[in-house]
């Protein structure tokens, strides 16, 4: 988040009846993803569901069918980039007596080193010709990025459609024909109880499911993504799994595994994933101009109103909500 301007020394009063919508805004403007496509790409052609999950069976004993159809949708990513190191800065790189013996040798220290890394991580296939939907900081800043089948049998050079930060999601696309694509589910139908399966590549072990409930839907306030709309579960996710499907118990598509709240960096229950409905929308711009636009104010707000407050800076009554502060440049500036 950017850093906001001083609070103001006079406070407005902004009717919610009109702003209510806005009080998201006050997020720096959303940067463009350096990966962008410059130019409109063809739709993915998806295969959709939105009818809700049947609630009124019982539960089988085993998800194996569930898995061995869904599994090949899963890929693994890999992306390679170049990191610059800074160069080491010891105060003898500067005194005369040093620099007369070791001259070259201490100029070769100061000087920028970069290397190549590599980071891992999961996606799914949504259409079969080639879209792969994945995490954004799966492939950020990425150079080259790769996807591979979950056999092992083949592996593709991806193009980066574009990518959305605030939301953490990325659009890939692979040239290949009669790709595994997966089923979408409307995840708007999703209920706290659902059965789903977490699969993704945690640890570079290979292909794992893991299995848990929705433990929550709209979790938001995190601090995780600036656009937090998460669906909670318990299903272990691990690094390496970013990227990753999170399926229904019919295995349809209903998130894409993005983060956990963890103290120890591995899972202890509190698992993220954005809802597929949202990464839809984010697919379908993403598609059709390269990017995500937002509506912007540059107001940061504070929503909730006391009688403290309201006597405070003698405003008449309690409606609307106290803006704080002003982000320079900003449209509200």
Known sequence: MNKMSKPLATAFSVGLGGLALLLVFHFAPFAKSAQAAAKSSPPPKLTVQETPISRDVRLGASFAPVVKKVAPSVVNISSTMTVRERPLMNPFFNDPFFRRFFGDELDQQRRPRSRREQSLGSGVIISSDGYVLTANHVIDGAEKVKVALASGEKEFDAKIVGADPPTDIALLKVEGKGLPAITIADSDKLEVGDVVLAIGNPFRVGQTVTLGIISAVGRGGLGINAYEDFIQTDAAINPGNSGGALVDAEGRLVGINTAIFSTSGGNMGVGFAVPMNLARYVMDRLTSEGKVARGYLGLSLQPDLT???????????????????????????
């Open 307 to 333: 009688p403290e407050v309201a006597k405070q800076f003698d405003l008449p009554d309690m409606n609307g909500a106290l803006v704080t502060s002003v982000e320079p440049d900003s449209p509200a500036a």
